[in-house]
């Protein structure tokens, strides 16, 4: 007689934040279940003294994804998670930031859902409230913003997401912070102006937020493609366009030692 199946899984998939880059801004359940995990599957975002809390028995597996960089693909990740939790009891997922801000985490959970394998995710603290933290930027403020956008800049938009709508972003939020936009700010920035900014908007990048190489690049729309180009700024990095960047003149000076 064939036996049903009453548990396919041992273990559990945990979605993991990893926060931008500052260990300490890991958050204390995310750090325990590094510490007690049996596997961790990571992505090349998450810094290197996070990556030291993983617990010497885990075993280790990059997931690494950065730009132009070679990575697996994303449903090769989700079938390993899948493998890997038929036979350990804890599964970490580790991304960067937040697993569901632009991280795929609810894209990866949805597949581990309909794989029937227990997942549950563990926040983290999203670079594109980090990063401008540290840089002495606050997102909101009684005098000068009190609404805020999350978007991203990545080229591929309309691919597996819809388009961004620049002109309306510009006109609905007084605060505007972009993921993945380094590489295509000279097509974000007259899209931003059309749609009603005026070019002499500030705007900051913050480059590896929160991590000892963070670096800033301060200018307005007007001047920053030139900037980037003229100062060679990379990814990874946070832009924050707003009112707010002009806090970053006092606030700048207090920021966190990392
Ligand atoms: N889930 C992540 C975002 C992943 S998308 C989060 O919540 O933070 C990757 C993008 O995040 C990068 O291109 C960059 O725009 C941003 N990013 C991640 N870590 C960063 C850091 N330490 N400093 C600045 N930007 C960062």
Same mark, same amino acid.
């Given at each position: 007689?064939?036996?049903?199946?009453?548990?396919?899984?041992?273990?559990?998939?945990?979605?993991?934040?990893?926060?931008?880059?500052?260990?300490?801004?890991?958050?204390?359940?995310?750090?325990?279940?590094?510490?007690?995990?049996?596997?961790?599957?990571?992505?090349?975002?998450?810094?290197?003294?996070?990556?030291?809390?993983?617990?010497?028995?885990?075993?280790?597996?990059?997931?690494?994804?950065?730009?132009?960089?070679?990575?697996?693909?994303?449903?090769?990740?989700?079938?390993?998670?899948?493998?890997?939790?038929?036979?350990?009891?804890?599964?970490? %997922?580790?991304?960067?930031?937040?697993?569901? $801000?632009?991280?795929?985490?609810?894209? /990866?959970? @949805?597949? +581990? =859902?309909?794989?029937?394998?227990?997942?549950?995710?563990?926040?983290?603290?999203?670079?594109?409230?980090?990063?401008?933290?540290?840089?002495?930027?606050?997102?909101?403020?009684?005098?000068?913003?009190?609404?805020?956008?999350?978007?991203?800049?990545?080229?591929?938009?309309?691919?597996?997401?819809?388009?961004?709508?620049?002109?309306?972003?510009?006109?609905?939020?007084?605060?505007?912070?972009?993921?993945?936009?380094?590489?295509?700010?000279?097509?974000?920035?007259?899209?931003?102006?059309?749609?009603?900014? %005026?070019?002499?908007?500030?705007?900051?990048? $913050?480059?590896?937020?929160?991590?000892? /190489?963070? @670096?800033? +690049? =301060?200018?307005?729309?007007?001047?920053?493609?030139?900037?980037?180009?003229?100062?060679?700024?990379?990814?990874?990095?946070?832009?924050?366009?707003?009112?707010?960047?002009?806090?970053?003149?006092?606030?700048?000076?207090?920021?966190?030692?990392?």
């Amino acid at each position: 007689m064939a036996r049903v199946e009453t548990q396919q899984y041992l273990g559990k998939v945990y979605l993991v934040g990893a926060g931008p880059g500052d260990p300490g801004l890991m958050t204390l359940k995310g750090k325990q279940l590094l510490e007690h995990a049996d596997v961790v599957v990571y992505d090349a975002l998450v810094s290197p003294p996070i990556l030291a809390m993983i617990g010497d028995r885990a075993e280790r597996i990059d997931a690494g994804k950065r730009r132009g960089r070679h990575s697996k693909l994303q449903s090769e990740t989700t079938r390993i998670l899948i493998e890997k939790a038929r036979t350990n009891a804890v599964v970490v %997922r580790l991304k960067g930031g937040d697993p569901f $801000v632009f991280g795929r985490g609810g894209e /990866e959970m @949805e597949d +581990l =859902v309909k794989a029937g394998v227990p997942v549950e995710v563990v926040p983290g603290m999203t670079s594109g409230i980090a990063a401008p933290a540290y840089a002495g930027i606050p997102l909101t403020h009684r005098g000068h913003s009190s609404s805020v956008t999350f978007v991203t800049g990545h080229e591929a938009a309309g691919k597996y997401r819809p388009q961004v709508n620049w002109g309306a972003i510009a006109q609905g939020s007084e605060t505007i912070v972009i993921y993945m936009g380094i590489h295509n700010l000279a097509n974000i920035v007259p899209r931003l102006i059309e749609g009603g900014l %005026r070019p002499d908007t500030p705007i900051a990048l $913050v480059r590896w937020g929160t991590l000892p /190489e963070q @670096e800033e +690049l =301060v200018g307005t729309l007007t001047t920053i493609v030139r900037q980037v180009e003229e100062t060679r700024f990379e990814a990874p990095a946070i832009a924050v366009i707003g009112k707010v960047v002009n806090l970053y003149a006092t606030l700048s000076n207090c920021r966190p030692s990392v």
